[in-house]
C-alpha cells in the first residue's frame, strides 16, 4: 500500500493536480504515513535528487490546536527544493503555493546547529482544496516544496523572541516572533533529532518552523522575510 500511496502523492506533485485525501481514506495511521513519506521521498532520490535537511512542521500552539495534535511533524528536504536567495522559484507545476518565514539550522553530522539563518517555506499540500489530515500531510512530505536561505551567522545565545515581518512586493503581509517555533526555535534541533531517527549529515539544513501563518504565493510576487538580528531572505515567484 504504501508505494502505491506514494506513487498517487508523487504523480500529483509532478502532474500539479490535486486528489483527493487518499491516506486517511486508506485507514493509515501517522507511523504508517511516515512510511509512505519515505517511500515518496525515496521515488525523488531514484530520478537524481539527494537529501539535503530536514523540515518541521506545525511548530506553533496554534498549527497543533488547529490540526488537533500535540506534537510537531518532520519531513525531508532535497537539493531541488533549494532557491537561492534572491532566486526565482517556479510555481507553474504548484497547486496551491503558500510561502511563509522561518529560522533554519546548518546542521553538523552529530545534529548540533553550526549556524542560523533567515529562511522561507513554500508549501504546496498535493491535497484537493488544502484540506487534509494528520497522516494526509505527513504522507505528503509535511507539504514541501522549496526553501530559500538567507545569509548564515554564527548562533546568538537568544532566539526566543526576536521580530518576525514577511513582506509581499515591500507590503508588510504578516508580522509575529520566532517565539512561535515551539517558544524558542533552538528546541528543533531535540526535535528533529527525536523525530527523524536518521543521522544528520554535515551540511544539512534543518527548518525550524514557521514564525507566521503562511500567505498564498502569486505568480510575479517579490516575497521577502526579515528577522530581527539574523537578517533577511527574499525569493521571486515565476
Do not use: C
Not at 513519506?37 to 496554534?62: D, H, I, M, N, Y
Not at 532557491?83 to 503555493?97: F, K, N, W
Not at 491535497?127 to 489530515?133: E, G, I, N, W
Request: aromatic share 4%; no cysteine; net charge negative.
Amino acid at each position: 500500500m504504501s508505494s502505491e500511496l506514494a506513487e498517487r502523492l508523487d504523480a500529483a506533485a509532478r502532474d500539479g493536480v490535486a486528489i483527493p485525501q487518499i491516506v486517511s481514506a486508506a485507514g493509515v495511521d501517522p507511523d504508517g504515513a511516515y512510511a509512505i513519506q519515505e517511500a515518496l521521498v525515496a521515488r525523488r532520490l531514484a530520478r537524481g535528487e539527494r537529501l539535503t535537511g530536514v523540515k518541521l512542521g506545525l511548530t506553533s500552539r496554534a498549527k497543533m490546536a488547529q490540526v488537533g495534535v500535540d506534537s510537531v511533524i518532520w519531513g525531508r528536504l532535497t537539493d531541488a527544493m533549494a532557491v537561492a536567495d534572491g532566486g526565482t522559484v517556479d510555481t507553474s507545476s504548484l497547486i496551491h503555493p503558500r510561502i511563509e518565514p522561518e529560522v533554519a539550522f546548518l546542521l553538523d553530522a552529530s545534529g548540533a546547529a553550526v549556524a542560523v539563518a533567515p529562511a522561507l517555506e513554500v508549501i504546496d499540500s498535493r491535497y484537493a482544496d488544502f484540506r487534509f489530515s494528520l497522516a494526509d500531510v505527513i504522507a505528503d512530505n509535511s507539504s514541501a516544496a522549496a526553501y530559500t536561505i538567507g545569509a548564515w551567522k554564527p548562533v546568538p545565545d537568544g532566539l526566543d523572541n526576536l521580530g518576525v515581518l514577511l513582506e509581499v512586493d515591500g507590503r508588510v503581509a504578516q508580522i509575529g516572533s520566532t517565539a512561535a517555533i515551539l517558544g524558542d526555535p533552538r528546541r528543533a534541533l531535540a526535535a528533529a533529532r527525536d523525530l527523524a531517527g536518521t543521522p544528520p549529515e554535515a551540511g544539512w539544513v534543518l527548518l525550524a518552523g514557521a514564525a507566521t501563518a503562511a500567505v498564498p504565493l502569486a505568480k510575479g510576487a517579490y516575497v521577502r522575510a526579515v528577522v530581527e538580528g539574523l537578517g533577511t531572505v527574499g525569493v521571486r515567484a515565476s
